[in-house]
């Protein structure tokens, strides 16, 4: 047997183990309801439905954005009211999140379906918080990618 086989399978877990990184989030959530204001609004449909949509707090000092794909459609400024009405017309199984830095400052609120997955990251480091959605079912977890 070669002898270089062993620190071969070695070497080949140390560069697994290292390409493999723990992603913190840069945000607590809880839920919550959706204050009645005006928000900076991004939505992932689902033919034909909206299936998450995302509120950001305009001119708080922090942007929220979602990760930009064919599915994403930033409208602009709205109020939540009907995207609330229609989740609760449609969607059903939903949930509410108050995004929250790790400090407590709110910075906006995703409305999401129970069937979509989700996770948050910083980009650039501590200027923006970006949340991406992604549907498990279509390809299991979510690929860590940065805009």
């Known amino acids: 047997m070669d002898r270089r086989i062993p620190s071969l399978v070695f070497a080949v877990l140390v560069l697994i183990l290292i ?6 989030s840069p945000v607590k959530l809880e839920e919550a309801s959706i204050p009645d ?16 949509v995302l509120f950001d707090i ?3 000092g922090k942007p929220v954005d979602m ?3 064919y599915a994403t459609d930033r ?9 609330l009405d229609e989740f609760d017309a449609s969607i059903r199984w939903y949930r509410i999140l108050k995004i929250s830095e790790l400090d407590g400052t709110v910075r906006g609120y995703l409305m999401i379906s129970n069937k979509l997955g989700y996770f948050f990251y910083e980009r ?9 959605i992604y549907d498990p079912h279509l390809g299991g977890d979510a690929p860590l990618r940065a805009p």
């Open 67 to 69: 990760f930009y794909t």
């Open 124 to 132: 650039p480091e501590g200027e923006r918080i970006i949340v991406d």
């Open 19 to 24: 390409g493999c990184q723990h992603i913190s």
């Open 37 to 52: 204001q005006t928000y900076n609004v991004t939505v992932y449909w689902s033919a034909p439905l909206y299936s998450a």
């Open 58 to 60: 305009p001119d708080d």
């Open 75 to 83: 409208v602009g400024t709205d109020t939540p009211q009907k995207y």
